[in-house]
């Protein structure tokens, strides 16, 4: 194989040339069993999309329909396993064996991606050692986790481990600028994405951006210590939150239809209109965190700023402010009810 292949299948992997040389070596000979380690947005699942293209790609007689199908998420011999609930569970573990056990469906490998991997259920990390440790000769795993918890530290030492490292905002924004996106726009994304490139792709088509961040850091200001205008204010925030989420629905709407139009041309197999639903309310979801996490991020923002420039309000009160919203941020994860959350985050809140 070349090398020039293995970069063309690369391309869509921004920023981590180290991980990718890496990859593009370890396609020649690969092991039973890979850890990618790094933030969301830093691009493991397209590496690992890519990965998979090398290793089923490799040899085969229909090789440029395999990449295509391994890049798109689609290949019959490349299932990719995401949490159904808050981690990977025994019962999801043990489906996972199962799948490791069987026989590719049209080459000689199959490759297993096993997405979100920090979550894994400690019973669920139990189940899945022996088969990620020792699997079928003709299963290859790739497991992409954010982070490597303890319940994970066991057979992070099995696998292989290849580090992606957060995304820059300079590198983001080239990216974008690359891709088409206006110069501002590409640097207004790159700055709202928290180092995530395919936040980052969706917030340059997010008309609302700039005015989003603008309300949530002016939140401070509008504050009167009554709970009326908390409620107009949560109700207000919410309201731009779901609006945001319009470039994913849109994004969402032509994948679906471009699998449709895909099925119905050629009747490919391992299509997977269900797991790609599903991986569509778990980007949803994600992303609506993320705007809440990244405006509560700007609203501290907005009381550090008052903290530096002093003024009437004491110093201690400015701090309790931002370590409250922080304290709110770390909830997110956990799906709190958002109006509730941000209630009766701001009720605590000073005005300024």
């Known amino acids: 194989m070349s090398v020039s292949i293995g970069s063309d299948v690369f391309a869509g992997v921004v920023g981590q040339d180290q991980a990718v040389e890496r990859l593009q070596a370890s396609a020649i000979h690969p092991v039973h069993a890979y850890l990618f380690v790094g933030p969301a947005g830093s691009g493991k699942r397209q590496a690992a999309r890519s990965f998979a293209a090398l290793l089923i790609g490799k040899g085969a007689a229909e090789s440029e329909r395999n990449t295509r199908l391994a890049l798109a998420g689609g290949h019959p011999d490349v299932r990719e396993v995401a949490r159904i609930g808050a981690s990977i569970t025994k019962p999801q573990a043990m489906e996972i064996v199962q799948a490791a056990s069987l026989a590719p469906v049209e080459g000689n490998r199959k490759v297993l991606i096993l997405d979100e991997f920090h979550l894994v259920a400690p019973e669920a990390a139990a189940v899945l050692l022996k088969t990620i440790e020792e699997p079928p000769p003709s299963t290859v795993f790739v497991v992409l986790a954010d982070q490597v918890p303890p319940e994970l530290v066991t057979i992070a030492s099995r696998c292989v481990r290849i ?190």
């Open 163 to 352: 580090e992606f490292r957060s995304l820059s905002e300079e590198i983001i924004e080239s990216a974008l600028v690359s891709e088409g996106v206006d110069a501002v726009a590409a640097t207004a994304a790159a700055a709202a994405s928290g180092g995530d490139l395919d936040r980052a792709r969706l917030l340059a088509k997010d008309k609302g951006l700039a005015d989003r961040r603008a309300a949530f850091a002016g939140v401070p200001a509008e504050l009167n210590g009554t709970g009326a205008q908390v409620v107009s204010i949560v109700a207000n925030l919410l309201e731009r939150i779901e609006a945001a989420g319009e470039p994913l629905k849109q994004r969402h709407a032509t994948e679906l239809l471009a699998l449709e139009e895909r099925i119905k041309a050629s009747g490919e197999r391992g299509a997977g209109r269900k797991g790609v639903e599903d991986r569509h309310k778990r980007e949803a979801r994600r992303h609506r965190a993320d705007e809440l996490r990244s405006g509560l991020t700007v609203m501290a923002g907005s009381y550090r700023d008052a903290l530096v420039a002093g003024g009437a309000h004491h110093p201690p009160a400015l701090i309790e402010a931002v370590a409250e919203i922080h304290r709110a941020i770390e909830t997110i994860d956990r799906n709190p009810n958002e109006p509730l959350l941000l209630q009766a985050m701001l009720l605590k809140l000073p005005s300024l």
